[in-house]
């Protein structure tokens, strides 16, 4: 508390003899050229930062029409203001397995089915007994829930969610971080890609969460621990009879404990597992990642530049040749 005070005081201080002397130089009692108010060392600097003021050159001179010049003076304003979005409109509608199951019926099922079956085919995890489990990891085992929604075309999607939620407890920021491009980042390359005719492609990786091994665990280090509970044990059974044997009974409802082996939608660290094994790919492929920007990097293909930028499983690729894309797309 004396600390702040102190600090407190020697702000007021100062204020008042910046004050002080911007008032006497205003009434003309310093008369020393060298000496200038801080309104003047103000102004000499915005003047030298003031894109009016800067020789650019003329040999990419470009000419903007009326529509153009607003659009890139609303990006500029963007970037400057950091503007996010606070309110929003989703047009497609999420429900809990035993209301989609109500409302969507037999498609509700085998969309659900099919996303187990996937899941269990690609040994996400593997069942074990309570008895093996540490009383930490009982503690901390999370719930498991299936959502049903109904996409643009009619079809019905199955998603099996681990609710990370519960996780904020013990996970730390930085192994829930989400590394993705920088608005800046976006801008500044997509400038590049239309100014040099680059051909672009946007393209998905799927099911990339679950291409995620969960990294080895430390000493003294808890497996994570996710709980199956309800209608989705009866589905597990019957895509895989085997999970009959780890069946337990709480508060009357049918439970399966499972050891979580990949990456799973809903995890806090999921994506920080996802983008280290992107990464490590890329590499390997021979891509040099931005110091600047965590989420851009580029290749040398035929003498031309292949860069990339990406959000999570969403990739934006650019290149002079559109069969590089293709090929990098199917790479």
């Known amino acids: 508390m004396r600390k702040k005070a102190r600090l407190k005081r020697l702000h007021i201080s100062l204020y008042q003899a910046i004050v002080s002397k911007v008032k006497s130089q ?3 009692e310093f008369q020393d050229d060298n000496v200038l108010s801080a309104e003047a060392g ?3 600097t915005e003047r030298a930062h003031n894109l009016m003021f800067q020789q650019s050159g003329t040999e ?3 000419t903007y029409n009326v529509d153009e010049a607003l659009v890139i003076s609303r990006v500029m304003q963007q970037i400057r203001d950091e503007v996010y979005t606070r309110d929003g409109v989703s047009f497609i509608q999420q429900h809990y397995l035993n209301k989609g199951l109500k409302i969507f019926k ?7 089915l099919k996303e187990l079956d996937q899941l269990i085919k690609r040994s996400c995890w593997t069942p074990i007994s309570i008895g093996e489990l540490t009383e930490s990891e ?3 085992a999370v719930d498991a829930m299936m959502l049903l929604a109904e996409k643009n075309s009619g079809d019905i999607k199955g998603c099996f969610v681990y609710k990370g939620n519960e996780t904020r407890d013990w996970l730390s920021q930085e192994d829930t971080a989400s590394p993705t491009t920088s608005h800046e980042g976006i801008c500044c390359t997509g400038v590049i890609d239309v100014h040099e005719g680059r051909c672009m492609m946007s393209m998905d990786i799927p099911n990339a969460f679950i291409q995620t091994l969960m990294p080895d665990l430390g000493d003294g280090e808890d497996r994570v621990i996710m709980k199956v509970t309800g209608l989705m044990v009866q589905y597990m059974i019957n895509l895989d009879p085997t999970y009959r044997d780890y069946v337990v009974y709480e ?3 049918s439970v399966i404990y499972v050891v979580i082996l990949c990456a799973i939608y809903g995890m806090l660290q999921a994506l920080l597992l996802w983008y280290r094994n992107l990464r490590a790919s ?3 492929y021979g891509f040099v990642f931005n110091r600047y920007d965590p989420c851009i990097a580029n290749r040398m293909v035929n003498g031309k530049q292949l ?3 990406f959000h999570v499983d969403d990739i934006l690729a650019s290149h002079m040749e559109q069969q590089v894309l293709e090929d990098f797309s199917h790479g």
Do not use: F
């Open 138 to 140: 009982k503690r901390k």
């Open 60 to 62: 990419k001179k470009a």
């Open 251 to 253: 508060n009357g409802k």
């Open 307 to 309: 860069t990339i930028r």
């Open 282 to 284: 890329l590499e390997e």
């Open 106 to 112: 037999e498609r509700g099922k085998e969309a659900a």
């Open 42 to 44: 103000r102004k000499i």
């Open 26 to 28: 205003k009434k003309g």
